[in-house]
């Protein structure tokens, strides 16, 4: 990857960070696939307006549209519904652990379908590098809860595996020359479609309690933000960077959150923190592979 995709995917890591933090609040006014359908139909609202005001056209094509419907159920429907189901039974630091396996996942997915992100020892000790200083940063003591909901815990790593197989799927989209922004706002219309019908037969949310308005305000902020905004950027990592490089995102996110929370709640950095950081910087450092390159690297002797 080049300096402007490890910047997109330091800001992604940023939006989508912050979408723990939203369902976290959410959830205690709101049922999960009433989140969802919320979060994805009004960040496909807001995708069309933009979309409508920079003059780009959404495509016609069945076969299109088909790989949108594909894409918006094995990266938005699935994922976002067994996370948010997830958050309503475990604590949030070990669903941000059993998140941060998704680049693991993927790693095997597009060792196994693609023919140029091949699994290599140099890529799967950074995976392992980067997974341990995850578990650094949030804490050993969120692995506590391993055993208890189970289910919950399946949910959120079958999120993971949801998402390792979207990210190899969603390569499709480069091929058909569709623009990231088009591809993103075809991916959570599909995803508005499939997921609405089922809010309203499962949980019929015309009979909830209105809604606070801290429980709007991070409606909102998830499905513009960490939705709308952050798919945009989804899908330009992803055509130039591949799937495997993209999903580390989510070793990314608990960093992007321990620095939001020193910058604006006034929170303490720890030396577990460091350590963590550490680790992750590390293992970003054996996926890419140019800084060993360089280490490594012998001059050829003049003669």
């Not at 189901?85 to 475990?90: D, L, R």
């Not at 140029?116 to 003591?141: K, N, Q, S, W, Y």
């Not at 929170?267 to 970003?284: N, R, S």
Request: charged share 10%; hydrophobic share 60%.
């Amino acid at each position: 990857m080049g300096r402007l995709e490890w910047t997109l995917l330091i800001l992604l890591s940023v939006l989508w960070g912050g979408s723990f933090f939203f369902v976290g609040v959410a959830v205690h006014e709101l049922p999960p696939f009433t989140i969802v359908a919320l979060r994805v139909g009004l960040a496909a609202l807001t995708l069309f307006v933009v979309i409508r005001l920079i003059g780009l056209r959404m495509p016609y094509a069945p076969r299109i549209w088909l790989a949108f419907f594909g894409m918006g159920f094995i990266n938005n429907m699935v994922p976002f519904s067994l996370i948010v189901w997830g958050q309503t039974h475990i604590a949030s630091g070990l669903a941000s652990i059993l998140n941060a396996a998704t680049p693991l996942f993927t790693l095997v997915v597009a060792h196994l379908f693609t023919a140029d992100e091949r699994m290599t020892p140099a890529r799967v000790a950074g995976l392992a590098v980067g997974f341990a200083g995850v578990i650094f940063i949030i804490g050993p003591d969120a692995l506590s809860g391993i055993g208890q909901d189970v289910a919950a815990q399946c949910a959120i790593l079958g999120a993971g595996l949801a998402y390792a197989f979207s990210g190899v799927f969603g390569r499709r989209f480069r091929r058909m020359n569709i623009p990231p922004m088009v591809t993103a706002t075809g991916q959570v219309t599909a995803s508005t479609v499939l997921i609405v019908p089922v809010a309203l037969m499962v949980e019929q949310p015309w009979q909830l309690s209105a809604p606070g308005a801290g429980t709007w305000a991070s409606v909102f902020a998830l499905a513009i933000l960490s939705t709308a905004l952050a798919y945009i950027i989804y899908f330009r990592i992803l055509a130039v960077a591949g799937a495997t490089n993209l999903l580390l995102v989510t070793f990314l996110i608990p960093v992007s959150a321990i620095l939001l929370g020193v910058a604006f709640l006034h929170e303490m950095l720890e030396p577990k923190h460091f350590a963590g950081m550490a680790l992750i910087g590390l293992g970003l450092m054996l996926v890419d592979g140019r800084p060993l390159r360089l280490l490594t690297r012998t001059k050829v002797p003049s003669s």
